[in-house]
């Protein structure tokens, strides 16, 4: 991996696998960044295996996007000065991509950077955010807008953690396990078309779902840290996927549903740019609908979202560009499409009549 390597730990109880790091976080005082609704759930079993480091303390994360802010991290890098925390300190984030994403930005600025292991507790976190090295915090105008590369020292995948996870959050992961296996990885793409929703929730599953998309985006990402070619094919359902969220300004619809949505529609962008054939396309469209993962959405207005495909930090010369499908497993990018075929696959897929 590109800023050094970096072990991804995927699996039941690999948390205590945290003991490797013990040089590491003894160093001087570390501190933990812990969502408060993780800390509520799983608090006994992240002091058993923090219990008996010398030195850190917590750091409580509410819930909700709006506390990955500019402004909270301000207020979080003074208490991280008064708790002790040094140069050579590490953080160590517990939680979904929300609570990652923000202590990997504190871990990037902190004293010119220091240190980050990331504990993803969500399935989102562990199958996207906690991998790749991206770090954010969002203004009140716009997500993801100051952050950096910092890739962490390890990402410990602890899937005991995902007991707990809502069928809602779990489905929000799953739209980005499922783009991975639609992009390339073939053995999770057969592992999807042999189960379903309720099949997949078996821990030995979960664990493979997290270890086979932690891997494949890993070995993209090490081909392209900074997106200037191949990691763009990560992209794929997310041009239109981030215009509808920004359409509904984020509100009444999850990432994962947006992303859906997005790759049903780009799946169809695919068949009509002459790329796809159509077999494959309803053979991704039917294994989307077995997840429970949205393909169609009535009153979004198919201009609304063209206008917002043009303000996406994707969009370069004025024009959206999208990742496609050229076969199966086969994704391109960097594609601009006309605006024209655009509306119309819009129109007809969100309306279900594609
Ligand atoms: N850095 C990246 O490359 C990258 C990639 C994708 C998404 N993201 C970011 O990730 C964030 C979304 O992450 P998310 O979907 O994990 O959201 P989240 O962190 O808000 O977590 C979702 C919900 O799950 C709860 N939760 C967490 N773990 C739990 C558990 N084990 N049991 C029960 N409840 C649990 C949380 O309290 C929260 O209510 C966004 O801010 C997005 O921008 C970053």
């Not at 509410?62 to 402004?71: A, F, H, I, L, N």
């Not at 043009?310 to 496609?324: C, E, I, N, P, V």
């Amino acid at each position: 991996m590109p800023g050094g390597a970096y072990e991804v730990v995927a699996g039941a109880g690999a948390l205590s696998l945290i003991e490797e790091k013990r040089g590491l976080l003894e160093r001087d005082p570390f501190a933990l960044i812990v969502n408060e609704t993780v800390l509520g759930l799983h608090g006994d079993y992240i002091r058993r295996c923090f219990g008996d480091f010398h030195a850190f303390d917590i750091y409580g994360m509410p819930d909700g996007e709006e506390q990955k802010s500019y402004r909270h991290a301000e207020r979080a890098f003074e208490w991280m000065l008064g708790a002790g925390i040094s140069r050579r300190s590490t953080v160590v984030g517990v939680g979904g991509g929300v609570t990652g994403d923000f202590a990997g930005y504190l871990a990037a600025l902190y004293m010119r950077g220091i240190s980050v292991i990331h504990v993803p507790t969500t399935l989102l976190a562990m199958v996207d955010s906690s991998v790749g090295g991206k770090v954010a915090v969002n203004l009140s105008t716009g997500k993801n807008i100051v952050g950096a590369f910092h890739q962490p020292e390890m990402v410990l995948a602890d899937t005991d953690f995902l007991r707990t996870l809502p069928d809602d959050e779990l489905r929000n992961g799953l739209a980005e396990a499922v783009k991975h296996a639609f992009i390339g990885e073939n053995e999770l793409y057969a592992l999807f078309e042999s189960n379903d929703f309720d099949s997949i929730k078996n821990p030995k599953k979960l664990a493979d779902i997290v270890y086979l998309s932690a891997r494949f985006k890993s070995s993209i990402v090490e081909r392209d840290e900074r997106e200037g070619g191949v990691r763009a094919i990560l992209n794929f359902g997310h041009t239109v996927g981030h215009a509808i969220e920004s359409l509904l300004e984020y509100r009444g619809i999850s990432h994962g549903e947006a992303v859906s949505l997005g790759m049903a529609v780009e799946l169809e962008l695919s068949v009509r740019a002459g790329l796809l054939d159509r077999a494959h396309a309803q053979r991704c469209m039917r294994l989307l609908e077995r997840y429970g993962l949205s393909t169609h959405r009535d009153g979004l207005d198919a201009d609304g979202l063209m206008h917002h495909m043009k303000f996406d930090k994707k969009t370069s010369g004025g024009a959206a560009h999208f990742a496609l499908l050229a076969g199966a497993g086969e994704p391109v990018y960097d594609r601009a499409m006309p605006d024209g075929l655009v509306r119309g696959v819009l129109a007809d897929v969100l309306a279900g009549e594609a």
